[in-house]
């Protein structure tokens, strides 16, 4: 489900970003002889760019390292073409879609288990994206969680609340 984007969040770059990541994706699948459509959208205050299509598990790799090193490859090529940093987030096969309902879960647990406790509750190491996601659930369950750590061993943890 897309959010509307933002007050102050100029779409049109948006959007452009979204563009010159489409060609960028697109030349990726050509070259590598992959089969997949491409939708863009805007989310929020960033571009979103998805692959879908049939066989594209080589490209999400091993517990998604393949789509994170293509989303990064993917922010350089609009960076080089725009100047300006981009946040964009890529998607290949839906993997970030089911990967944030299992993260938002594991935020919930984790916010319910300080709760129970009153103590405070280290998570795994994860990504940036992953972390946003934990971070928004224990938000939403009405606790702090906060970074620590150095990439790529940085973990969220859940603290109660005050």
Same mark, same amino acid.
């Given at each position: 489900?897309? !959010?509307?984007?933002?007050?102050?969040?100029?779409?049109?770059?948006l959007? #452009? !970003?979204?563009?010159?990541?489409?060609?960028y994706?697109?030349?990726?699948?050509?070259?590598?002889?992959f089969?997949?459509?491409?939708? +863009?959208?805007?989310?929020?205050?960033?571009?979103?760019?998805?692959?879908?299509?049939?066989?594209?598990?080589?490209?999400?790799?091993?517990?998604?390292?393949?789509?994170?090193?293509?989303?990064?490859?993917? @922010?350089?090529?609009?960076?080089?073409?725009?100047?300006?940093?981009?946040?964009?987030m890529l998607?290949?096969?839906?993997? @970030? !879609?089911? @990967?944030?309902?299992? /993260?938002?879960?594991?935020?919930?647990?984790?916010?319910?288990?300080?709760?129970?406790s009153?103590?405070?509750? $280290?998570?795994? $190491? +994860?990504t $940036?994206?992953?972390?946003?996601?934990?971070?928004?659930?224990?938000?939403?369950?009405? /606790? @702090? *969680?906060? *970074?620590?750590?150095?990439? $790529? #061993?940085?973990?969220?943890?859940?603290?109660?609340? *005050?």
């Amino acid at each position: 489900m897309a !959010e509307a984007p933002e007050a102050g969040v100029d779409v049109e770059a948006l959007e #452009n !970003e979204g563009d010159i990541a489409a060609d960028y994706i697109e030349g990726l699948l050509d070259i590598g002889d992959f089969d997949g459509d491409i939708d +863009m959208d805007v989310e929020g205050d960033r571009a979103m760019v998805s692959v879908v299509g049939a066989t594209l598990d080589e490209l999400i790799g091993e517990d998604g390292e393949v789509l994170e090193a293509l989303q990064e490859l993917t @922010r350089l090529a609009v960076h080089r073409a725009t100047g300006e940093r981009s946040r964009l987030m890529l998607d290949i096969g839906g993997y @970030r !879609e089911g @990967r944030r309902k299992v /993260l938002f879960q594991i935020g919930t647990e984790a916010a319910d288990k300080v709760k129970q406790s009153g103590e405070i509750h $280290p998570l795994e $190491p +994860m990504t $940036p994206f992953e972390r946003k996601v934990v971070h928004d659930a224990v938000a939403a369950a009405g /606790l @702090r *969680s906060e *970074s620590e750590g150095e990439e $790529p #061993n940085r973990y969220v943890v859940v603290h109660p609340a *005050s």
